[in-house]
Every structure is written in structure tokens, then in C-alpha cells.
């Protein structure tokens, strides 16, 4: 007979994940709309570890390939790697090299000091959609969101 008291050691921790979202959809946009005008919004929630911070950065390279605008919503991440860090600060660097700029908006006190730690001033950090965006998010190109795994860590 089992002992129900004591957890089952063989019995798997759940895996924490987070999810992306990019708004709008990549694709071609409206010939009248210009490069450094066009606004994408990639939204992430969950922990950040570092394979789901290159994951957001690959996913930041395609929207800028159609958006000068991007604006990054870590609204509902609790946790972020630090190691990733650089990758954030190297895509904001390319963007403005083109004329283009990446916000990063975020509430969470313990996520905003190591965005700063990490990144220092190199990042642009925002505590609402609209403020980074010029409330153009709204009124920009809207698309379908679309939402991917982008990483997993580890349970408690």
C-alpha cells in the first residue's frame, strides 16, 4: 500500500512556459506605409530563460523586417535571464542604426533592474503599450496574433 502522505518522487515537476505573441501578423505591408512608421508589437508573458530570450529576438528580427516600430510587452513576464540580455540591446542598436527603435515596456520592479543591469542605458524602457508606442499600436496595421512556445524552465 502507498504511503499518500510523501509526494511521489517519480512523479515529473511541471514545466513553466512562455508564450509570444507578434502583432501584426509578418508580411508585406501597405505600399503607402513606411518602414519607420509601420509599428509591431511582440507581446511575451512567463519566465524568460535563454533560449526563450532568443526566441524573442529571432521573433524581433522578422518583425523588423517589415516594422522600423517595435515595441516589446513584458507586461506579465516574472522572470528574465540575464544572459539574454545582449541579445535585446544588440537588435535595438541594429534597429536604430536603420532609423528604426525598439521599447520595451515593463511594470515589474525585479524585471525592469535586470533589464537595466544587464542593459543599462542601451535599453529603452517604458511602463505602458502606449507610451512606447505614440499610441500608434491602435491605429497602426492590425494582423492575427500569433502565439508560440517559446521556452521552458524548469518547476520550482
Known amino acids: ?3 499518500k502522505s510523501r509526494p511521489n518522487a517519480t512523479a515529473e515537476k511541471p514545466m513553466r512556459t512562455a508564450v509570444l505573441a507578434l502583432k501584426p501578423a509578418p508580411g508585406p505591408r501597405s505600399t503607402t506605409e513606411r518602414w519607420q512608421d509601420a509599428v509591431a508589437q511582440v507581446t511575451v508573458k512567463g519566465d524568460l530563460d535563454r533560449d526563450a530570450l532568443w526566441a524573442i529576438d529571432f521573433t524581433l528580427a522578422r518583425a523588423s523586417a517589415e ?14 535571464d540575464y544572459a539574454g540580455v545582449g541579445d535585446l540591446v544588440a537588435r535595438r542598436r541594429e534597429l536604430n542604426a536603420r532609423g528604426g527603435e525598439l521599447s520595451i515596456v515593463v511594470r515589474n520592479p525585479y524585471v525592469t ?13 517604458v511602463r505602458s503599450v502606449a507610451e512606447a508606442s505614440g499610441q500608434t499600436v491602435a491605429a497602426g496595421r492590425r494582423g492575427t496574433v500569433h502565439a508560440l512556445p517559446v521556452g521552458r524552465k524548469k518547476g520550482p
Open 1 to 3: 500500500m502507498a504511503d
Open 67 to 80: 516594422a522600423g516600430r517595435i515595441v516589446l510587452d513584458l507586461l506579465e513576464v516574472t522572470h528574465l
Open 113 to 125: 533592474n535586470i533589464l537595466r543591469a544587464a542593459g543599462g542605458a542601451d535599453l529603452l524602457i
